[in-house]
């Protein structure tokens, strides 16, 4: 008898997670035997963890704070998007392998797809606001999509570092702003500005390109003030929820195996479970 494939989220802590709600959506909505749950590891207890992974007969699983990074030196393999972002987020078999993988980059391009299709017919130039993690998952992607990338934060030696990093890029400080967003086709807030209770992204969109989409990676609240902004000011734009939802697919088929869609109905979910926490 084979049982039902089990994933696993570890962190420490875990329980403010959304990945239970959109894998336990798409196994009942596909109708798929499995599970998936929130497991607290505390650091000290990671190598235990590993040590009894077969017996525990889990699938894979992914991997949040403050694991990212530790998780590696018990994987066979990590792909070339781990490799790129430093950090592994989700974690599967293949044969007798476990594979560590980083799907921050295919969810923040996956959203780009979704929410502004025929995007990359027209777009050259990016500009990222930021140099932390989300800032990272944007370059990687872009870059791997041809884009030329140019990075701004506020701290201006991390945009250099993290160009550094990918190579064929360029970081600089918030003040050369105005003149790169002349020139860019896609501008990216991968900062936590504009978040709720955080303070605002104060920049002034008026030198943005005409036709120039903005994606901001802040999902709550849904619409920032900066897309709302760019919206009246005729800019397509990409709110940021869609990167959570697509980030999660591809674990989702390695564990489950089935590619599981990110449809209205699972973004309504996840909408409603963030208006409670977060009433407008
Ligand atoms: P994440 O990993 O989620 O991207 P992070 O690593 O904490 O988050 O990165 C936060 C980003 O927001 C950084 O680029 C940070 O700029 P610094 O590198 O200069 O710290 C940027 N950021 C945070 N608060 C900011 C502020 N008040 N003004 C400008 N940039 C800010």
Known sequence: ???APKA???????????SPMMHGHWLKTLGLPGSYEKIDVAPEKLAEFFSSFDEAGW?????????????IPFLDRITEAAEAMGAVNTI?????????SNTDASGFMGNLDDLAPGWDASSKKALIIGAGGAARAAAYGLKERGLSVDLCNRTA???????AHFGAMSGHGLDALPALMRET???VNTTSLGMSGKPP????????KPGAIVYDVVY????TDILKDAAARGHRTVTGLGMLLHQAVEGFGHWFGQTPQVTEELRALLIDDIRKETPA
Do not use: C
């Not at 709550?220 to 619409?223: K, R």
């Open 1 to 3: 008898m084979t049982t």
């Open 8 to 18: 696993f989220l570890i962190g420490h802590p875990v329980a403010h997670s959304r």
């Open 59 to 71: 699938a894979g699983g992914n991997v949040t704070v403050p694991h990212k990074v530790d998780v």
């Open 92 to 100: 599967w078999r293949e044969g007798d392998q476990l594979v560590g």
């Open 157 to 163: 030696a991390k945009a250099e570092e993290l160009a």
């Open 185 to 187: 086709d896609l501008l």
């Open 201 to 208: 992204l104060e920049i002034d969109l008026s030198p943005l």
């Open 220 to 223: 709550v609240p849904l619409e």
